[in-house]
């Protein structure tokens, strides 16, 4: 069955795409409301996905408005969550998580109080999405439990938005990773991925004060799936996964700088 966009009808649309590939069925067409060739929506489905499974997923030719992301962000804030394993990339946890890659990164920041304040302030001003081709939007939603969000990503010729919602936030004193070291204190917050989201899993981003030697951590860790269309095109997506861990750790280290 195709799914086409409410309001719009075929013959008045400037231009479709419509094609079928590995049982699934794929409309592009303009968003309903906004000018024609400047956004469109991609709504998936396949006979092998549950209805709640069916992706709407929204790219732009050039960047969104502020209008157009308060739209869709509003859109996305009585959705679940796109996977069961919620909260799953606490610490001790993500080690049960099966079917998913995994993701670790890390990098050392400093050392002492003054640099992990600095660097949870950097956290809670989203400092680690600063990176040109990748951003949050909105940029001052506050870090809280349940905020909605979207990853605003430029991705060739077109920009995607993509839905995700914070899980938990981290501010306490707790052990170290291993038994015979110092407490670490660890401020920090994951979020997870939303129906509208190319890909499904949860994201923790920490910043570590390790107390045994005053050294100050940024820490990435990750599980996730593709959804169907970034699984057609799994060796970009991985790529593009590590090209964002890598640049976020660069732009927590030039936010201290």
Same mark, same amino acid.
């Given at each position: 069955?195709?799914?086409?966009?409410?309001?719009?009808?075929?013959?008045?649309?400037?231009?479709?795409i419509?094609?079928?590939?590995f049982s699934?069925?794929?409309?592009?067409?303009?968003?309903?409301?906004?000018?024609?060739?400047?956004?469109?929506?991609?709504?998936?489905?396949?006979?092998?996905?549950?209805?709640?499974?069916k %992706? &709407?997923?929204? $790219?732009? =030719?050039?960047?969104?408005?502020?209008?157009? /992301?308060?739209?869709? @962000?509003?859109?996305?804030?009585?959705?679940?969550?796109?996977?069961?394993?919620?909260?799953?990339?606490?610490?001790?946890?993500?080690?049960?998580?099966?079917?998913?890659?995994?993701?670790?990164?890390?990098?050392?920041?400093?050392?002492?109080?003054?640099?992990?304040?600095?660097?949870?302030?950097?956290?809670?001003?989203?400092?680690?999405?600063?990176?040109?081709?990748v951003?949050?939007?909105?940029p001052?939603?506050?870090?809280?439990?349940?905020?909605?969000?979207?990853? %605003? &990503?430029?991705? $060739?010729? =077109?920009?995607?938005?993509?839905?995700?919602? /914070?899980?938990?936030? @981290?501010?306490?004193?707790?052990?170290?990773?291993?038994?015979?070291?110092?407490?670490?204190k660890?401020?920090?917050?994951?979020?997870?991925?939303?129906?509208?989201?190319?890909?499904?899993?949860?994201?923790?981003?920490?910043?570590?004060?390790?107390?045994?030697?005053d050294?100050?951590?940024?820490?990435?860790?990750?599980?996730?799936?593709?959804?169907?269309?970034?699984?057609?095109?799994?060796?970009?997506?991985?790529?593009?996964?590590?090209?964002?861990?890598?640049?976020? %750790? &660069?732009?927590?280290?030039?936010?201290?700088?």
């Open positions: 069955m195709w799914y086409l966009i409410p309001g719009w009808r075929a013959s008045r649309l400037p231009w479709a419509l094609f079928h590939a699934v069925k794929i409309c592009i067409l303009p968003t309903v409301g906004l000018r024609p060739n400047l956004s469109a929506t991609i709504v998936i489905n396949s006979a092998n996905l549950r209805p709640s499974s %992706l &709407a997923l929204m $790219f732009f =030719l050039r960047a969104p408005s502020d209008e157009q /992301i308060r739209q869709f @962000i509003s859109s996305q804030r009585e959705q679940r969550f796109s996977y069961p394993e919620v909260g799953a990339s606490r610490h001790g946890d993500v080690e049960r998580v099966e079917g998913y890659t995994i993701d670790h990164q890390r990098i050392k920041l400093g050392v002492g109080e003054n640099t992990f304040e600095r660097a949870a302030d950097a956290l809670r001003k989203w400092k680690h999405f600063c990176l040109g081709w951003r949050i939007v909105p001052d939603t506050a870090v809280e439990a349940r905020a909605t969000v979207a990853v %605003l &990503a430029k991705l $060739f010729p =077109l920009w995607s938005l993509n839905a995700c919602r /914070i899980v938990y936030v @981290i501010d306490e004193d707790g052990p170290a990773m291993n038994a015979d070291d110092a407490p670490v660890r401020f920090g917050f994951a979020y997870g991925t939303l129906r509208d989201h190319a890909e499904r899993g949860e994201e923790r981003f920490t910043i570590e004060w390790q107390g045994n030697d050294s100050v951590w940024y820490d990435i860790l990750a599980f996730s799936q593709p959804n169907l269309l970034a699984k057609l095109g799994y060796p970009l997506t991985r790529r593009l996964q590590k090209r964002f861990a890598r640049d976020s %750790l &660069a732009a927590m280290v030039k936010a201290l700088s």
